[in-house]
């Protein structure tokens, strides 16, 4: 009887502790990219805590379908949402579809046969009692969804689905246009940023609000003023709206929506790297603006990047936080950038609340080129990615230090913001950042985590070959269209970002080669703005038919000079030849403007194996953090989704994914359980191409 007793009192103490680690808890939602209008990747729910994490295990996986397992050339983005238990995502061939959050069972899946190819980061919601919809940027067309089945709404638009292009078309540009970060809804508005091309046939970067309903444009700022507007006169040469493209809303917006305005940061004014051709600020390139979400009026702005010429647009959304400053609580909005920098501003005015100081930095462009003499560099918070890199910076253990040394020693290097010019010119951090698309996520304490990688790239300007002319043979046509990401010898870049064309007729024929010419895909614009002829001669020199017949082009330019590429630094042994971390995750206090703590996000077991510690790699996607001290994240080149401990960066946790989770996990409860899912789609940094979503959850 007492052994019986005994047993008893365990196994109900068992029960107990159970119901006490695992509490019961109302169902919460992730209603929005990155959590909600804040755009903060933060959720209140608890349940998955510190003491309980390590015993995480799979609660489901969903395959969406689509991924490229032969050429590794898909990837997944994919923020989900989840609404009343159905979580909605894209798949890595860019159909939208609806799962039981609970189950990973489908729901429903677009078949769309004209969604561009496009990587997408996910869905938008919008409800108004009955009426559900789900809307989905693919390819050139923003889409208009039923939420409970999946087909277009045909009273929205053109049968459900509206052209972006439309509108924003000057004389010259491609056709290159996409919405793949999700959009914001304020009211009945969809708010829609467009990526374009970042070459100089880019379309205009205007941002525009439709109606939910019919799809009707309701207003549009023109980021390249129209003539007698504020801004007109920071364009030197005119007419600007006619002449350049970009200036686009690419990266995502934050909603204030008790105030009514929407923060939107906008990309470069293309082409990137020269503007020549666009001498002076270059306003509203480059800039967080602050918008009436309902007229689109502007409030106030602030450009982060005077006239850029290194790509330096910011990659993210915006965070709107509460922060203690002088003593007094503000709500604020935090932009961070690629350099590394993070900009505080008063929601309301645009006040910084950190000084900013405008930084003289070099001048000396290539002929025909007027760099801004100064440049606005936070003084707090201190960046998180350092700011220069030189031969002193090689790490430890690179191959051939000898001759990296040298080339170092010749080249542009040690300060942000140096003109590229015909020699090397060095980036650090590299041209995706520092901070990348995934964003910082943010806490009710004012805490900030952004995930950055800090390895160097380098690249240079070369005189195009003449387009004014007929351009003999293919060879130039190639050197001049395709050379600059794939490399003048067909190679591509050492991570995979911008693909081999060697061999490529063991992974698409000719015909598809030319629908990508035509059309664009991911990150490759179209090349529509080209001759059918021109075309025909890039596609017999990637196959090897190296024919020397005269073509007639039809480009006519402006910009001197193309770029060599983006040239990520490794050595041969394929580690970064930068000193470690080359990884990094970073708490920062907006209260105060200085560093928590910074740790190394990813790792090299090979490395680690050698004894050296934790290095960081090469990442992309978000973070995510909770109200139970928790910051998970995945977006490393190893494989692994983590727990860190928010307060300390120490890791509590970890798992390896089926495939790189290049993406920002979302959380969410369904009848007391909590989840977390993270999209696994691989692809990049020459990782192997999946199609999972995949859900963890306490047993």
Known sequence: MKTYLIFLVSILTIMVCAFISIPDIPDEDWPEYNGNGDRNHFSAL????????????????????????AGNRTQMQCNPIIIKGILYGVSAETQAFAIDAVTGKQLWKTNLSDNGGTTSRGVTFWSDKEDKRIFFGAGEWLYALNANTGKPIENF???????????????????????????????????TGTRVSESETALLGDIRAFDVMTGKKIWTFHTIPEKGKPGYETWLKQPARQNIGGANSWAGMAI????????????????????????????????????????????????????????????????LVTVVHDGKKVDAVVQITKQGYVFVFDRENGKPLFPIKETAFPMDGVPGEKPNPTQP????????????????????????????????????????YIPIGFDMTIFYPGTDGGAQWGGAAADNEGILYVPAKEIPVYTSLVKK??????????????QLNCAACHGADSNGNHDGSYPSLI????????????????????????FSHISEAERTSIVDFIFGKKSEKEITSTQKSEVPYQHTGYNRWYDRNGFPISQ??????????????????QVPLGEYKELTAKGINPTGTDNYGGPLVTASGLL???????????????????????????????????????????YIVIACGGGKLNTKSGDPFVSFALP
Not at 275 to 294: D, I
Not at 383 to 412: C, Y
Not at 465 to 478: F, I, Q, V
Not at 503 to 511: M, P
Request: include cysteine; hydrophobic fraction near 30%; charge should be positive.
């Open 580 to 597: 470690p971390p080359w990884g990094t995750l970073t708490a920062v206090d907006l209260n105060s403007g200085q560093r928590k703590w």
């Open 503 to 526: 061999n490529i007729d063991k992974r698409l024929n000719q015909k598809q080669v030319h629908q990508l010419l035509l059309k664009g895909r991911g990150m490759m614009p179209s």
């Open 256 to 319: 204030d929506r008790k105030r009514g305005i929407v923060y939107i940061p906008t990309g470069s004014a293309a082409y990137d790297f020269y503007g020549g051709n666009r001498p002076g600020k270059n306003l509203y390139a480059n800039c967080l603006l602050a918008l009436n979400a309902e007229t689109g009026k502007m409030i106030w702005h602030y450009q982060l990047v005077h006239h850029d010429i290194w790509d330096r647009d910011p990659p993210c959304p915006p965070n």
């Open 46 to 69: 608890k349940q998955i805590d510190k003491e309980n994490v390590t015993r995480l295990k799979v609660a489901w996986t969903y395959h969406s379908g689509g991924s490229d397992t």
């Open 157 to 191: 638009g053109q049968h459900g689905r509206i052209n972006l292009k439309e509108g924003i078309e000057r004389p010259g540009a491609d056709d290159y246009v996409l919405s793949n970060t999700p959009n914001t809804i304020f009211k009945n508005l969809i708010i």
């Open 632 to 674: 998970f994240i995945a977006a490393s080149k190893d494989e692994y989704i983590r727990a860190f401990d928010k307060e300390t960066g120490n890791i509590l946790w970890s798992a390896k994914l089926p495939f790189a989770g290049y993406a920002s996990p979302s959380t969410y409860s369904v009848n007391g359980k909590q």
């Open 377 to 416: 560099i936070p003084t707090l918070p201190l960046p998180f990615t350092r700011q220069s890199f030189t031969e002193k910076d090689l790490n430890p253990f690179v191959a051939d230090r000898d001759s990296l040394a040298g080339l170092i020693r010749k080249a542009r290097t040690g300060s942000p």
């Open 465 to 478: 070959p003449s387009t004014n002319e007929n351009t003999a043979g293919t060879s130039r046509l190639y």
